[in-house]
């Protein structure tokens, strides 16, 4: 006989022979919120306020093409060719003049690590410093992606709060004191300083100083990911952190958001030691990364006015910004949301009765789709938010996936009404209605 | 005052203020002889059997322009943007015409998962697998660029014996009994069972089928490595051995040796249940491989005779291995040395008065690189034997190598005798002999 109820573990054991098999950290090992999203959100009439695709139609094609063109005449055996694992020279000496528009102007080529990616970037990262338990510093909430890459090499990511200035100075100490007293080991600060995803928050320069000052009392190595800093809609972010530290600070930048994410090219700028290590590590990972696509870049920045094509990218995710936070007014007004500076992203705020990660199948069926704020919390907070990403549809799209979106949660509030209407009512007898904390 | 003789521990302590923030695995990451010979070989004047890059310069460029030409028209935008971590469905269906020239004729587009070159497969294999103490089964000698993969997760690399057949079978059973005996884990047998790198050696058939047989008896997965299995100059390999058996093979293919290095394109071949893990660490990893990049290759499958192109190959690298095979028979008969039936490299058996990796800095000096043998053992053997590669160089400067080479050998040779004659008596009786300094 069969018995009744089989575990998890169980069922894993009987569908894959080679279940006993895995790594302890492969455990940890768990399909993210957003990659569910991907497949859901995929059908054309689905307006899909979830994923993070930059709106490549606004690159010109023959930008890239006469890279290649240029690329395969005079280096057509070298980028067909393995490279070094450090990346080609020439796109990082281009690099230092992107890195320069983020304040960053004191630092080498020599100390620049070419990766697939910056994704990448933060698993080698994640591969070198963590050890099983330790800990690892985040905003709250924080980047998806860089939560499941530390968690794959076992490590717990413990969330300091922000404020609308980012993070919260007081809190990253006694966060830092808590844990230590706990004899918790914290490896480094990971922080998207500039237009955060998803809570759209820039860190001030003040803020920025007040962070760097504790991390260097308390000798926290600082991982700042930058991958949307070039992208602001109103006024330049402040310099990167990076740009006040040369020794505490691994700094991460991307070519996915200002010129193309299918080329998987991105990059880290680290202190020597740190940087000898890093070209180790991406020896052993893919050998080195691609000299094609590398050479694509830096034939396109040698070439084209890439700062104008920037300029391009900032004006089409304006107007997207601006059609979005004009839906939520419209449709939405009793929540709050961030206004974002730049980058991608709204982060909206909902009441306490409503579940965003319930409400999402939903949605789908009402053909919206977002990312529920639980995919950026390792703690298991964010059912009361949204990440809404105005990146990729058009702003007429974004009106329309805003409307449903209210229908949605309006349809959702209702019914909590004529719930309540019933039996809701002895809980807010007792108390337990919590008011909406602020984000911003 | 500095205190006398300070630690390698110390040393990197004090230049490194971050020392003692790294991961334990860290420091398993260590630079490999290859690497380190690449900057010296990499001058013209010297002639380098000692890389692994592909004769790149034996593909019509012509081919790779209107591959690109036809992604940018029919698929530009898609090709610009992410993907999904497991790649793109076009490239998996050529997959499988690809892999069905190596016997594998049952697989699934569905159990294909796409990676930055099949090194990004060895190192997400080994993440998925390999706790600290770990133990991976692996030819002796094994690919130096697996092997240290494999140690970046911890895990201790044990030899198995082989000959010209390949893996021993009987090697393989005591090894796995003693190995159990001392409470080991054994995770996967890794092979390079067509044309190894570095010894050159196909398994036979028979041996494949024995070794399998094996393997399903004792419950442990294989990893089959295969990029030189198309390469072949005689006659083609034995079917892989995933052809024999689709669930306790986890298989690796790569286009660098049959297209191109610089795109970094390779390919998992894995059970489902594996799949699924391979496509999560993927997105940990690199959150998507280059869309880019699998569009060219795509392309290039469907456009190309590329069959025809990889009997260009073929033909070029045959012409070398004749070259080199002569050149040794000319130059160095009183050794023994595989002649490959395909691949890139030759394995040359020194005596065992000589050791490859002193013996370097001489030959270098004498214009002329090789890859010592102890770079392909995880056990300190291998200072008898060298690899000597064929694929770069012309015939002409493979003889021209071969020749140079012979010169340090008879040369050293002639020290040896010298030495033994006059000098060795007396220093072998107060044992004052010091090593040369190693090369790494
Ligand atoms: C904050 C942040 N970091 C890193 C990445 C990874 O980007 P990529 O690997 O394309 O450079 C993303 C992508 O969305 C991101 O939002
Ligand atoms: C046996 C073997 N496996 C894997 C690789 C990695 O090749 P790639 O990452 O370029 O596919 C190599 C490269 O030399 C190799 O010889």
Not at 352 to 376: H, I, N
């Given at each position: 006989m069969t018995p009744i109820g089989v575990g998890p573990q169980q069922a894993g054991r009987n569908l894959d022979p080679w279940f006993d098999s895995y790594a302890a950290r492969t455990a940890g090992l768990s399909a993210s919120e957003v990659r569910a999203l991907f497949a859901v959100a995929s059908r054309p009439e689905v307006v899909s306020l979830a994923g993070g695709m930059p709106f490549v139609e606004?690159?010109?094609?023959?930008?890239?093409?006469?890279?290649?063109?240029?690329?395969?005449?005079?280096?057509?055996?070298?980028?067909?060719?393995?490279?070094?694992?450090?990346?080609?020279?020439?796109?990082?000496?281009?690099?230092?003049?992107?890195?320069?528009?983020?304040?960053?102007?004191?630092?080498?080529?020599?100390?620049?690590?070419?990766?697939?990616?910056?994704?990448?970037?933060?698993?080698?990262?994640?591969?070198?410093f963590l050890d099983p338990g330790d800990v690892v510093l985040a905003e709250s909430p924080s980047y998806v992606g860089a939560i499941g890459t530390f968690r794959s090499y076992q490590a717990d990511v413990v969330h300091v709060d922000i404020d609308a200035d980012g993070l919260d100075p007081d809190?990253?100490?006694?966060?830092?004191?808590?844990?230590?007293?706990?004899?918790?080991?914290?490896?480094?600060?990971?922080?998207?300083?500039?237009?955060?995803?998803?809570?759209?928050?820039t860190m001030s320069l003040e803020r920025r100083r007040q962070i760097l000052e504790i991390c260097r009392r308390e000798h926290i190595l600082i991982l700042e990911d930058n991958p949307y800093g070039l992208l602001y809609f109103d006024e330049p972010a402040p310099p990167a952190i990076r740009s006040l530290d040369a020794d505490g600070v691994i700094y991460l930048g991307s070519f996915s958001k200002i010129l193309s994410p299918g080329l998987r090219v991105g990059y880290v700028?680290?202190?020597?030691?740190?940087?000898?290590?890093?070209?180790?590590?991406?020896?052993?990972?893919?050998?080195?990364?691609?000299?094609?696509?590398?050479?694509?870049?830096?034939?396109?920045?040698?070439?084209?006015d890439w700062q104008e094509q920037i300029e391009e990218y900032r004006g089409v995710y304006r107007e997207r910004r601006d059609a979005m936070d004009e839906a939520l007014r419209?449709?939405?007004?009793?929540?709050?949301?961030?206004?974002?500076?730049?980058?991608?992203?709204?982060?909206?705020?909902?009441?306490?009765?409503?579940?965003?990660?319930?409400?999402?199948?939903?949605?789908?069926?009402?053909?919206?789709?977002?990312?529920?704020?639980?995919?950026?919390?390792?703690?298991?907070?964010?059912?009361?938010?949204?990440?809404?990403?105005?990146?990729?549809?058009?702003?007429?799209?974004?009106?329309?996936?805003?409307?449903?979106?209210?229908?949605?949660?309006n349809g959702e509030l209702e019914l909590l009404d004529?719930?309540?209407?019933?039996?809701?009512?002895t809980i807010a007898d007792t108390g337990v209605v919590t008011p909406p904390p602020n984000i911003n």
């Open positions: 606004a690159l010109p094609e023959e930008l890239i093409e006469s890279a290649f063109r240029t690329m395969m005449s005079e280096h057509g055996a070298e980028a067909l060719q393995y490279g070094g694992g450090q990346g080609i020279p020439q796109i990082r000496e281009m690099i230092l003049e992107v890195m320069a528009l983020e304040g960053i102007t004191d630092a080498s080529a020599d100390d620049i690590v070419t990766t697939t990616g910056s994704q990448h970037a933060l698993d080698l990262v994640a591969k070198l809190a990253l100490s006694a966060t830092i004191t808590r844990l230590r007293a706990e004899g918790r080991h914290i490896k480094f600060l990971y922080t998207v300083a500039n237009f955060n995803n998803p809570s759209a928050i700028l680290a202190p020597h030691a740190i940087r000898e290590k890093l070209i180790l590590a991406v020896e052993s990972s893919i050998l080195s990364p691609s000299t094609f696509n590398q050479w694509v870049v830096t034939e396109y920045l040698r070439q084209s419209e449709h939405l007004p009793q929540f709050t949301w961030t206004k974002p500076g730049g980058g991608f992203f709204t982060w909206l705020q909902l009441s306490e009765d409503l579940d965003s990660k319930q409400m999402l199948p939903r949605a789908v069926t009402e053909l919206v789709a977002y990312t529920p704020g639980t995919a950026f919390f390792a703690d298991g907070r964010g059912h009361h938010e949204m990440r809404l990403s105005f990146c990729f549809p058009t702003p007429d799209r974004i009106r329309t996936g805003v409307r449903r979106l209210a229908n949605v949660i004529t719930f309540r209407g019933t039996t809701r009512r």
